[in-house]
């Protein structure tokens, strides 16, 4: 899936105006920069039919140096089958998985949100793949921040079934079994891949 070039653009203008707000002290410049913030903000709005005020808040509370945020997901094996979470956003099928927090290494934040969205415990034995998010090969939707994806081979320690404030149910799938995707989360091309990682743990890591 291609992402439309002035969602690149808005994201672009977005960062440079957080970081000349991030650095800089004079307040023609800082009042500047804010401008060029409002202004991705209404662009996105205009052409991605969204909330104006919505936007402006959320760039807004974005601080510091700009960079990709990191979203990590589990591949959980059970007997040559792959965990997978059903998406109350979307009622679509992904690998447990949600932001790395502040502070918080990506084991920990890999093991911690597939307990969260599963029920589950595990542990994150290797790094499979890290994909940037916008790249028109990776095949997700279009999305308002630019953002990196870790892919972590996990070993099932215990847990069972459970819903979650995000969740509605989780299960164990075959290759050849793979239901409908939240494909903004977890591509069938991704799930492809980390098969083949299961498979075989002597791949080195995919990255972007």
Request: charged share 25%.
């Amino acid at each position: 899936m291609t992402e439309p070039r002035w969602l690149g653009w808005v994201q672009q203008i977005q960062a440079l105006a957080q970081d000349g707000l991030a650095y800089s002290t004079n307040p023609f410049d800082i009042e500047r920069f804010r401008a060029l913030q409002r202004l991705a903000a209404q662009i996105m709005a205009a052409y991605g039919q969204s909330d104006f005020e919505t936007l402006e808040r959320v760039f807004a509370a974005e601080a510091g140096y700009a960079t990709p945020k990191l979203d990590a997901r589990g591949a959980v094996f059970q007997d040559g089958k792959l965990l997978m979470v059903l998406e109350k956003a979307d009622g679509g099928w992904t690998l447990p998985g949600g932001w790395v927090d502040v502070g918080e290494s990506p084991r920990s934040a890999v093991e911690r949100e597939v307990f969260e969205e599963s029920g589950y415990r595990c542990r994150a034995l290797k790094l499979a793949m890290l994909v940037d998010r916008n790249a028109p090969k990776n095949g997700h939707p279009p999305y308002i921040f630019h953002l990196y994806k870790l892919f972590f081979i996990c070993e099932l320690t215990g847990g069972q079934p459970a819903e979650s404030i995000e969740t509605t149910g989780a299960a164990f799938f075959g290759e050849n079994e793979i239901p409908p995707l939240s494909v903004a989360r977890t591509t069938l091309p991704e799930i492809q891949r980390l098969f083949e990682h299961y498979r075989n743990p002597h791949l080195p890591t995919d990255f972007d």
